[in-house]
């Protein structure tokens, strides 16, 4: 499965940004996606996931009523609205397809990653 996010870029704090994964293959609509972050000098980080038929999500504290994460399977794709951004909020976002149909924020439970889209949040 290969996957391409798109999206990021450079927003003011309190802006708003949404991102978008597609999948290469309807295999992923059997299956978890999530998205992590990485800013640098940092561990990559959990941010949100959904279950494979969207019943279920699943947020980092830190983006908790923030971010909302959706799916649509007929299109493979998964979203990521992020809103009322924070200068914190910057990084490289990535987006994965977990091994298993539920969401997961163990970063070790997704199979495949996409190459990541910058969000950059300037106060």
């Known amino acids: 499965v290969q996957l391409q996010a798109s999206g990021g870029g450079l927003v003011q704090a309190g802006g708003s940004l949404r991102l978008s994964c597609a999948a290469s293959?309807?295999?992923?609509?059997?299956?978890?996606m999530g998205w992590f972050r990485q800013a640098p000098g940092k561990e990559r980080e959990f941010v949100a996931a959904i279950s494979w038929n969207g019943g279920r999500t699943a947020y980092a504290d830190s983006v908790k009523g923030r971010f909302t994460i959706s799916r649509d399977n007929a299109k493979n794709t998964v979203n990521l609205q992020l809103s009322s951004l924070k200068p914190e909020d910057t990084a490289l976002y990535y987006c994965?397809?977990?091994?298993?149909?539920?969401?997961?924020?163990?970063?070790?439970?997704?199979?495949?990653w996409g190459q990541g889209t910058q969000v950059t949040v300037s106060s």
């Open positions: 293959r309807r295999t992923a609509s059997n299956n978890g």
């Open positions: 994965a397809v977990g091994m298993r149909s539920w969401a997961s924020a163990d970063s070790t439970e997704y199979a495949y």
